[in-house]
């Protein structure tokens, strides 16, 4: 993997726009506080956003940074971007699949390499801990939101993908049921993180169908390249851990991640 269009997909592009230039503001000891998109319109599409499943709101976080990442690929070819978004959808797969990591801030300034710091930084804790703390999928959220509509140009189609996305996951990948006896003792996270969800649900040119989602899933793992990925656990070590199947080659149903009635 030697660029961050290896493993970008066409949603990120938000069908073609003008990349080339710089036309926001950017201090990297500013950040946040220059971004025009109003604080209380992201928190409203998070709350939009809390009636679809936990790993479908982390989906959503993943694409809003894909969508950034796509925003500077001719910008900045770091592979590490690529890298980081392969990582981050496999952990959709199972969370044990990617490795936690944080950069230096003091490598990642400037009005392009910033705001990637910026995105990639409030996109690990949420993929990380928002099965123990969900209000971590939730800031994430709200800060791409802000993030993306900062440094994406405004006629770029950005708000439409958004709200469609946020009514295809509300729609299609609502919350799981859960009863208050059910997996007590959080042993189950990756049933409580709700039913798989594909990259193509943000594809508005295609329809959204969960039904096909495991095996879309299946499909892009076993496309993985974990050996070129360094975010990205062997699989012995994935094994060591207890995923179940074979890493990078098999996924359970999600019906078989339910708690088993004893």
Not at 19 to 29: A, E, F, M, P, V
Not at 96 to 117: I, K, N, Q
Request: charged residues 20%; hydrophobic residues 45%; proline residues 9%.
């Amino acid at each position: 993997m030697t660029s961050t269009t290896a493993v970008l997909h066409p949603f990120a592009q938000l069908g073609g726009y003008d990349r080339s230039g710089i036309r926001y503001l950017w201090n990297d000891t500013r950040a946040s506080k220059d971004f025009a998109f109003p604080l209380a319109e992201a928190e409203a599409l998070a709350a939009r956003a809390a009636a679809a499943s936990l790993r479908a709101r982390l989906a959503l976080c993943v694409a809003l940074f894909e969508v950034v990442v796509a925003r500077f690929e001719t910008l900045d070819p770091d592979p590490y971007l690529g890298r980081v978004v392969e990582a981050a959808w496999t952990s959709l797969a199972d969370r044990r699949y990617a490795l936690y990591d944080e950069r230096l801030r003091s490598e990642w300034l400037g009005p392009v390499r910033g705001p990637l710091w910026c995105g990639f930084t409030w996109l690990a804790p949420a993929l990380a801990f928002s099965d123990d703390d969900p209000s971590e999928c939730a800031s994430a959220l709200v800060y791409l939101v802000r993030l993306a509509h900062h440094v994406v140009p405004a006629d770029a189609p950005l708000a439409a993908w958004l709200d469609a996305s946020l009514q295809r996951i509300v729609q299609h990948h609502p919350a799981p049921a859960i009863g208050p006896m059910e997996d007590l003792f959080g042993r189950h996270p990756e049933w409580r993180r709700g039913p798989y969800i594909a990259s193509s649900c943000f594809d508005l040119t295609r329809p959204c169908a969960p039904e096909r989602a495991h095996a879309e899933v299946l499909q892009a793992l076993r496309r993985v390249r974990w050996q070129d990925n360094p975010l990205l656990k062997p699989p012995a070590e994935l094994i060591a851990e207890g995923l179940p199947g074979t890493p990078y080659d098999s996924l359970p149903a999600y019906a078989a991640l339910q708690p088993q009635s004893s």
